[in-house]
């Protein structure tokens, strides 16, 4: 197993545009979590989806972003109307039901120029 | 959530044991106490987690006080490749209530050769 995916590894978009990203998890975690991480800052948690169901969203989470895991495998997100503030990398996670460790993907640098 | 505090900053010598204090007076009894760190450039990365007792595995042991108000993570022989920033973050258990990890500012550790 190769660990957690992210694409693509960077993003450049103007604003305005949508953007959306993918997360390939471990292939037998059934839980799935996207993460938000601004310089200097440590990543904030965004969503999480329990097989194909979102159990929990942010606030942080505006109208503008939205989450699926439409077969409880990879997952995507989607930015639309993307604004400089959501210039951030995007972590996604993934791990076991329970108290067990997340393991994270290497990011989606996000730049909205 | 529960918070945690950490210091800022800690510095050590190269092959020199390095104990990263956390403090987490307001617990609850189901709190997970959980150590991720995060390299430069880097999505953060699992180092250890526990309940009650300590816990030892290949990168690091946790210390965990009797009254679970505070935690050490221990580093036994810190290397340049440990320099990081290392987060304690408390996580509770059970059904949908476990999942999302609430970042603080965490410790930044130096390692000097």
């Known amino acids: 197993d190769t660990g957690v995916s992210q694409n693509p590894r960077h993003k450049i978009t103007k604003r305005g545009q949508n953007v959306t990203f993918r997360c390939d998890p471990i292939?037998?975690?059934?839980?799935l979590y996207w993460y938000r991480q601004t310089l200097g800052q440590g990543p904030e948690f965004l969503t999480y989806f329990q097989n194909e169901a979102q159990l929990e969203k942010s606030r942080l989470l505006s109208d503008r972003f939205s989450a699926e895991r439409p077969k409880g495998s990879f997952s995507t997100l989607e930015i639309q109307r993307t604004e400089q503030g959501d210039s951030a990398m995007y972590l996604c996670a993934s791990s076991l039901d329970g108290p067990r460790p997340q393991y994270f993907g290497p990011g989606t640098r996000l730049t909205v120029l | 959530d529960a918070k945690t505090t950490q210091p800022n900053s800690m510095e050590s010598n190269e092959e020199e044991p390095v104990h990263l204090p956390c403090n987490h007076s307001?617990?609850?009894?189901?709190?997970?106490i959980h150590w991720y760190r995060q390299l430069p450039s880097q999505g953060p990365e699992y180092v250890i987690h526990g309940l009650t007792s300590n816990v030892n595995n290949r990168m690091a042991s946790l210390a965990i006080a009797e009254d679970r108000k505070s935690s050490t993570l221990i580093l036994h022989r810190a290397t340049l490749r440990d320099a990081a920033v290392y987060y304690c973050i408390l996580s509770g258990a059970g059904g949908t209530s476990y999942g999302k990890l609430t970042f603080g500012q965490g410790t930044i550790l130096t390692v000097h050769p």
């Open positions: 307001t617990i609850s009894g189901t709190d997970y």
């Open positions: 292939s037998e975690h059934n839980r």
